[in-house]
């Protein structure tokens, strides 16, 4: 697994994404903690050449105020790299109408105040948060949660990537997954939320229990989830559908399985991809138009998937090293 992973994955899900201020906060203790500053500086720098028409002088203006209140901290070494980057970090962290940092006491956080659970390409793994409740993480995503949700009003999860949720009930604080196209809040409920950067989608479907859906963009509405249920929301005309599906198909995916219903050929090269960690190369046009209705065990190799897909669909394939080339 590269080390670099989590680091990169942190910048896609809050890099010019609508969060809100706590969000923000949260994003900035991260930045600026000793951990993986290299990367960090690499990533920062590549922001600052792809925003540069987007700097104005308030923004340097806040990032002074802010650098006042970070230098007062011994751990501000890092200034020093970052000086000629400082208006973009300014944008990256601030809120409109001015800095959120006016209202905090700058302390860089310890790394065990927040987790960072990443699960690479060819895994899924299940965790439980502090509050008791258990999350099923699917391949290449990542999860971003306090150590602890002592004196927080709500548990708020950050997801890049797939998971499914089983909450432990507690009314005094509601637990919330944060995406950058929505966020989906339960009180104790069953929910899988899927939201990688890559994909034209964003899906949030209810299993158990009932669970509220707040759009980020397009229409801006909330909606309450009833289960059986799936939101499905468009990055492309921003906009959602709701439909109906078979949750046994849920149930069995945190088995293992790979679980196909009218999938198109990207979507199931996709999946694949993602449990065996393997970069697929084939004709898209070959394969337009044509749905699949397949399901694989969670004990299949990689070469047991293609021959099956072989005698359904006479596909030939080519496995070299981590690159699969279909004909």
Not at 185 to 212: C, I, K, R, W
Not at 258 to 265: K, W
Not at 300 to 319: C, M, P, W
Request: hydrophobic content about 35%; charged content about 20%; overall charge neutral.
């Amino acid at each position: 697994m590269n080390t670099n992973e989590p680091i990169k994955r942190i910048f896609q899900l809050y890099i010019g994404k609508n969060f809100s201020r706590r969000g923000k906060a949260l994003f900035g203790r991260w930045l600026f903690a000793e951990q993986g500053q290299e990367e960090k500086n690499r990533l920062v720098e590549q922001v600052w050449k792809q925003s540069k028409g987007h700097i104005t002088d308030e923004t340097e203006q806040d990032w002074n105020r802010l650098k006042q209140k970070v230098t007062s901290h011994p751990h501000h070494l890092f200034l020093s790299v970052w000086t000629k980057y400082a208006a973009i970090i300014g944008l990256m962290l601030l809120s409109v109408g001015g800095t959120y940092w006016a209202t905090l006491h700058f302390t860089p956080v310890r790394q065990a105040d927040m987790v960072e659970f990443f699960v690479p390409f060819g895994e899924n793994q299940q965790i439980t948060l502090p509050d008791g409740s258990d999350v099923w993480v699917k391949a290449g995503s990542l999860l971003i949660y306090p150590e602890n949700f002592k004196n927080t009003d709500t548990r708020t999860i950050y997801l890049t990537g797939e998971a499914a949720f089983h909450v432990q009930k507690n009314k005094e604080q509601p637990f919330i997954v944060k995406t950058a196209c929505m966020d989906v809040q339960a009180l104790g409920t069953t929910f899988t939320v899927e939201s990688y950067p890559n994909d034209s989608f964003t899906a949030a479907t209810l299993e158990e229990g009932s669970v509220l859906v707040s759009l980020k963009q397009g229409e801006q509405r909330s909606v309450i989830l009833k289960p059986s249920e799936q939101l499905l929301y468009s990055h492309n005309n921003k906009a959602y559908t709701l439909r109906n599906v078979d949750l046994s198909y849920y149930r069995m995916a945190r088995k293992g399985y790979l679980i196909f219903e009218n999938a198109t050929f990207n979507e199931l090269v996709s999946e694949i991809e993602k449990k065996y960690d393997v970069s697929v190369h084939y004709n898209a046009k070959k394969y337009a138009g044509a749905s699949y209705n397949v399901k694989f065990s969670p004990s299949e190799s990689l070469e047991e998937v293609l021959d099956i897909l072989h005698q359904l669909a006479g596909l030939e394939y080519t496995i070299k090293g981590n690159n699969v080339i279909i004909n």
